[in-house]
């Protein structure tokens, strides 16, 4: 059985947790940051977790994950 190729731009978005969860940058702090509240921009630098559902989905993108 051949190996199972790795979907490389969902390899750059996401990264694994020790516990196996996948984490995400955010969206929304590129430009345009003149207009939005800092409270929302410090948030906005944290990563995020993916749901379950979601996570399923990305597990299909990232085999060996």
Known sequence: MPKMKT???AAKRYSLT???KIK???MG???I???KATKR???LRHAGILSKSEAA???VL???S
């Open 62 to 64: 990232l085999p060996y």
């Open 24 to 26: 995400y940058k955010k």
């Open 57 to 59: 989905r990305a597990r």
């Open 33 to 35: 940051l003149t207009k």
């Open 18 to 20: 020790g516990t196996g």
């Open 7 to 9: 979907r490389k731009a």
């Open 41 to 43: 921009k410090r948030n």
């Open 29 to 31: 702090l590129r430009h």
